[in-house]
């Protein structure tokens, strides 16, 4: 569990701006109860609860009663709208964090955050995701569909069929969503018309150092402080996570010639480039994704492939423990 949470920021970056501190939206958002009773529905049979215990077959008791079903409206539209007191907001940002063992050895530490909190996020989310998919077009394709990955598949096969020299680089971030700058993200999110009405529930949860818990063998609990990043079950986080990485992949756009290409998957990143323009525009990646949203490339998981077998300068010191990042004419990465 130490090394699940050592890559987790235990203080902030920087001070949060005072402008996103002190943003105000034009106007409130509500939420339906429509859409609220939908998103309960679909809340996740057999999930893990959060610190408070409660799940999602507890909490949809409440659809068996018209009042209790109003209430639950009620209550979720003040969430929604950071109308609740500092200890109310401190009790739904706690989350209750679970060590996974990965297949490489490896620890992951995941959140689990309380379901009243998922459930309204979910909703917000779904909500205004037509805003957050206008914001980080062209590049993010993971926000409109879930088809959006095999939309950089076909891409990536058209571009090195029509030219074998094409080279592919795809690169991803070292714990991003853990590390991410939550001024980043909240700045990113202040700039979306409409979509920053959500700015104050978002606040509430990553304005400040957040609180997990983790139990040991034992039942002993032990707290977890985090002061950037996100929860990885939030369903805010894909649209926070690209929000941040926007500024820089609009950056690195600026700086790529008119044949190259960049797309990316959450913090999956993807270029078609020529060969010798490998490396640079893996320094060019490296830096703006730094400068912008305090997130490191992986070198460990960057891979590079072209058709030709033409392997592009500048790569050593990418290697991997298994060898180089270069993939040579196998398969694309």
Not at 4 to 14: K, N
Not at 168 to 196: I, Q
Not at 230 to 243: K, N, V
Not at 273 to 288: I, S, T
Request: proline share 6%; aromatic share 6%; net charge negative.
């Amino acid at each position: 569990t130490r090394s699940a949470t050592r890559s987790r920021p235990h203080a902030p970056y920087q001070a949060m701006d005072s402008h996103v501190l002190d943003f105000q939206p034009d106007e409130q958002l509500q939420l339906s109860s429509e859409a609220l009773v939908a998103g309960l529905r679909r809340a996740r049979k057999g999930a893990a609860p959060g610190p408070s215990g409660l799940t999602a077959e507890t909490l949809r008791l409440i659809l068996d009663d018209g009042e209790a079903t109003d209430s639950f409206a009620q209550a979720a539209n003040l969430v929604a709208q950071a109308k609740v007191p500092d200890l109310a907001a401190r009790a739904l940002g706690l989350g209750r964090m679970i060590a996974v063992s990965k297949p490489n050895g490896k620890v992951l530490g995941l959140v689990v955050g309380d379901l009243f909190r998922r459930v309204v996020s979910r909703v917000l989310a779904q909500q205004l995701a037509p805003h957050f998919q206008q914001a980080t077009h062209p590049h993010q394709f993971a926000l409109p569909t879930r088809a959006g990955t095999e939309s950089i598949v076909h891409f990536l096969q058209a571009a090195t069929e029509l030219d074998e020299q094409a080279t592919v680089l795809s690169v991803d971030g070292v714990g991003a969503y853990d590390t991410v700058s939550r001024n980043s993200m909240l700045r990113g999110l202040m700039e979306v018309p409409v979509a920053n009405r959500c700015l104050p529930f978002v606040k509430l949860f990553y304005a400040a150092p957040s609180e997990y818990v983790w139990h040991d063998a034992t039942g002993g609990a032990h707290p977890i402080w985090q002061a950037e990043g996100g929860e990885q079950g939030d369903p805010f986080m894909p649209a926070l996570y690209s929000l941040a990485e926007a500024a820089a992949l609009r950056a690195v756009q600026a700086q790529l010639q008119p044949n190259e290409a960049l797309l990316a998957s959450l913090d999956d990143t993807y270029t078609v480039v020529a060969p010798d323009r490998l490396r640079l525009v893996y320094d060019l990646l490296a830096r703006e994704m730094w400068a912008h949203a305090h997130v490191r490339l992986n070198a460990g998981r960057t891979r590079a492939w072209n058709a030709a077998g033409v392997e592009p300068p500048g790569l050593a010191d990418l290697a991997q423990a298994d060898g180089s990042c270069w993939m040579g004419c196998v398969s694309p990465c």
